[in-house]
């Protein structure tokens, strides 16, 4: 039951904002249906992409050959990855931010996959035409300053680029300074940065919104970004259940941010315990340790 807080929320805040929340909401599910059917032991095979339909692929423009081989990725990644990665860097200033390419962004970000997440941003960061650079750090922060519409998605892209490398210290200064705003809809969207960022210090002020904002909406998406949404890496994920445990022992915590942390949980470890913390700290205790004491990538590569 608290593993549907953490699926798709379309809607769920539409009505109580207008602009840009609601319609990112309307676009961005970021998890699957209330229930998940079994996977069948034998999948069915994907038809692999002909050599020439990959041909015909590298003939087009630019941005048909990013909406083709994004489409193709979140089907089948091997063969599109590899063309991505060899492309992307020459579309920058040749991309439109389309409704058609950004929700195919969307759709790749929900994917399985992290090279397939990381291979959106990196092409939704080249529509935008930002670069690896301070430069565009700089230029996000000006938008995000200037109190107009587009300060919204500029929190979610600086959330990309400090994951890409890019003034990552600055980009978590200026997401958590944000993330403490009197507006809600700015801190949503400072929240949704956060989750885009997904280093240890993202994960860490995660989860003090998922237990200080006073806001439940803004909480499940902390809790989201803590669980599924995002970029953060398997690996990072499970570092924060010890600390989602102790939150779980925690009485001062309301109904509604206790079924959070049990969603984040149930979200990151792929168990179903309720709220029994007995019964976590059991599954967690005679967990595989060298999952919980691998080193931890820095961040998720397109590789």
């Not at 995000?144 to 400090?162: C, N, P, Q, V, Y």
């Not at 179903?272 to 700290?281: C, Y």
Request: a negative charge.
């Amino acid at each position: 039951m608290a593993a549907a807080l953490l699926s798709t929320v379309a809607g769920f805040l539409a009505a109580q904002y207008q602009g840009a929340v609601a319609h990112w909401l309307n676009i961005h599910t970021v998890g699957a249906a209330t229930t998940q059917p079994a996977r069948a032991l034998v999948s069915t095979p994907q038809p692999r992409t002909a050599d020439s339909d990959l041909e015909a692929i590298s003939h087009l423009a630019p941005q048909q050959q990013a909406e083709r081989l994004l489409e193709l990725a979140i089907k089948q990644p091997d063969p599109a990855l590899s063309l991505i990665r060899r492309n992307c860097a020459s579309w920058r200033g040749h991309l439109e931010d389309s409704d058609r390419l950004f929700h195919q962004v969307l759709e790749a970000l929900n994917s399985d996959d992290p090279r397939v997440r990381v291979a959106a941003v990196e092409i939704d960061l080249a529509a935008n035409n930002l670069g690896d650079s301070p430069e565009s750090v700089e230029k996000l922060e000006r938008q995000i300053k200037s109190g107009a519409e587009d300060r919204f998605m500029a929190l979610w892209r600086l959330g990309s680029l400090g994951n890409r490398g890019v003034e990552p210290v600055e980009v978590f200064r200026t997401l958590r300074l944000y993330a403490h705003s009197r507006n809600q809809e700015v801190r949503f969207w400072a929240v949704e940065g956060l989750s885009m960022l997904g280093n240890d210090a993202a994960m860490s002020a995660l989860l003090d919104i998922l237990v200080r904002d006073p806001a439940t909406q803004i909480r499940q998406r902390a809790a989201n970004g803590l669980g599924k949404s995002g970029l953060l890496t398997g690996e990072q994920r499970l570092t924060a259940v010890p600390h989602l445990l102790n939150l779980l022992d925690d009485d001062s915590l309301d109904e509604a941010t206790q079924n959070l942390v049990c969603a984040a949980l149930e979200a990151i470890t792929g168990a179903s315990l309720g709220k029994d913390s007995d019964a976590w700290r059991d599954w967690w205790a005679h967990h595989d340790s060298r999952e919980k004491h691998s080193s931890r990538p820095s961040g998720l590569s397109l590789a």
